[in-house]
């Protein structure tokens, strides 16, 4: 066996051992369609907003009714970004493992799955105390934060590329209790524009010039 041999061997070796504590189908393109998701459903929350507010200061129709309308309008906006995000991810997750011959459903993915699903779940439940108590202003940084705590948590078991791109959606949403009038901006960038960024990166270095099956 050769030096070639000897080295082919050990990129194997080290292949199956990543495979075997690490859940690396994680598509780029479902980064990007969920960046884009988020910036489509930035610019309709901003009409809904803008619009709410020309009614309320420039023809002066505000009602307690309106807000509550106007909450559940974002509210059902917000959902259907999520399902197109999870949608996408979980056909295009599932899409690659099947092209790479891998499981998509084993101790490891439950494991990112578990691991993401706690700072989430407790993110959740600050983000329904917020509305409970009427106070929107912290629901943008508060997903923010809690997203990226549940990237980092998420990356001991999956590509390290999750943690460089939790840290940064923590610090954003860090930066975002300091300016809360700016929460939707801040939320179409963390959710928008890095994904699309963090997607884009994640195809270029793993899934470029690979067969679409």
Known sequence: ??????????????????????????????GIIAGAAAIAGGAVAFVLIRDYYYQWDVLGNHSRQDFLHLKVKLMVLALAVLVIALTAGCYLTWRR???????????????????????????GAFVMGSLYNEVPVLIAPVCLIFYGLALVNA????????RYLGLVEIALGIVNLF???????????????????????????????????
């Open 179 to 213: 300016a809360v009038r700016y929460g939707l901006y801040f939320w179409v960038l963390g959710f928008g524009v890095l994904h699309i960024v963090y997607g884009t990166s994640m195809w270029w270095k793993y899934e470029r010039g690979t067969k679409v099956s």
């Open 155 to 162: 990356s001991k078991y999956t590509l390290s590329d999750i």
């Open 97 to 123: 493992a099947r092209r790479n011959g891998e499981a998509i459903w084993d101790g490891v993915a439950r494991k990112v799955l578990v691991n993401l699903a706690i700072p989430l779940v407790a993110g």
């Open 1 to 30: 066996m050769n030096e070639q041999q000897h080295l082919d061997t050990l990129t194997d070796i080290k292949r199956m051992m990543e495979r075997s504590t690490r859940f690396i189908s994680l598509s780029g393109l479902s």
